[in-house]
Nanobody, 115 residues
Framework: QVQLVESGGGLVQAGGSLRLSCATS????????MGWYRQAPGKQRELVAF???????NYADSVKGRFTISSDNAKNTVYLQMNSLKPEDTAVYYC?????????WGQGTQVTVSS
């Protein structure tokens, strides 16, 4: 089992920044991939970014150059730094962990970007 707790969401104006955090109950070294997903009202959940245990990262085209995913292994925490936010980034952001054949989700944190 992996428990995930997200934090850092909120309301921000367009062009602003937020940093999301996802604290895990297990060592990040034991988790093959950590990712951030988001789901806007009426839309499907989509992958925003992921980072592997080896440090490889990947981003959705819509956030490349604006968002950065990183991990602090000592704190067992993964971050999503979001800059130059746009109203279309408004969504509930979820943290995901892949460990073995199992996937785990956090409870989500709301990000709202006003125009």
């Amino acid at each position: 089992q992996v428990q995930l707790v997200e934090s850092g969401g909120g309301l921000v104006q367009a062009g602003g920044s937020l940093r999301l955090s996802c604290a895990t109950s297990r060592s990040i070294f034991s988790i093959s991939t950590m990712g951030w997903y988001r789901q806007a009202p009426g839309k499907q959940r989509e992958l925003v970014a992921f980072i592997t245990s080896g440090g490889r990262t990947n981003y959705a085209d819509s956030v490349k150059g604006r968002f950065t995913i990183s991990s602090d292994n000592a704190k067992n925490t993964v971050y999503l730094q979001m800059n130059s936010l746009k109203p279309e980034d408004t969504a509930v952001y979820y943290c995901n962990a892949l460990r073995g054949a199992a996937g785990y989700w956090g409870q989500g944190t709301q990000v709202t970007v006003s125009s």
